[in-house]
Antibody, heavy 116, light 113 residues
């Protein structure tokens, strides 16, 4: 069974850091592009970041560039998102997803709330 | 960045009727060398992650009912549900994955009965 499970979300203060993780199982993780997508409460989907299967390419949305870093460990079947200098508008459910053409496998998400 | 627009934000359709959701991109997502449109459609129900319905603008994912179909090319696309079922009530998003990221989503269309 192909599964992605996110963790690491929580309530944090503005300006602080948080690291999200996503563990994959049931497929050849090292063969796939992985990405993060977020969804603020009651709003639409926002693409955040992507990492190639061989770690050679990483991309970010303008809204997180310079603050977020995506990484992966192909031995531990894990993709991570290190988020720094968090702002209230980073509040969202964060999903990790596997990309083939579209994103065909999604986790259930982990909620990040940035608030004083 | 390519901007994706989905007018209108919401749509009400009767059970058994046809529903058509539109998506427009600010630039072409058709890659001429392989004649493929880099456009996907997702369905999202409350408190669930999105579900991929269609990729390459018109290729249905395995297990997706054949009442769902995708059409269009270049900058104008549509997702059609041929006969609306109660279970189809959801928000539908288009997403382009042309070239290098960012892979932008439309704002979503809420489909209601």
């Amino acid at each position: 069974q192909v599964v992605l499970v996110e963790s690491g979300g929580g309530v944090v203060q503005p300006g602080t850091s948080l690291r999200l993780s996503c563990v994959a199982s049931g497929f050849g993780f090292s063969d796939y592009i992985m990405e993060w997508v977020r969804q603020p409460p009651g709003k639409g989907l926002e693409w955040v970041s992507l990492i190639s299967s061989d770690l050679s390419k990483r991309y970010y949305s303008d809204s997180v560039k310079g603050r977020f870093t995506i990484s992966r460990d192909n031995f531990k079947n894990t993709v991570s998102l290190h988020m720094r200098n968090l702002r209230p508008d980073d509040t969202a459910m964060y999903f990790c997803a596997r990309r083939v053409a579209g994103s065909d496998v999604w986790g259930q998400g982990t909620l990040v709330i940035v608030s004083t | 960045d390519i901007v994706m627009t989905q007018p209108p934000d919401s749509l009400a359709v009767s059970l058994g009727e046809r529903a058509t959701i539109h998506c427009k991109s600010s630039r072409t997502v058709l890659y001429r060398s392989n004649n493929k449109n880099y456009l996907a459609w997702y369905q999202q129900k409350p408190r669930q992650p999105p579900k991929l319905l269609i990729s390459w603008a018109s290729t249905r994912e395995s297990g997706v009912p054949d009442r769902f179909s995708g059409s269009g090319s270049g900058t104008d696309f549509a997702l059609t549900i041929s006969s609306l079922q109660a279970d189809d009530v959801a928000i539908y998003y288009c997403q382009q994955y042309y070239g290098s990221p960012p892979y932008t989503f439309g704002q979503g269309t809420k489909l209601e009965i």
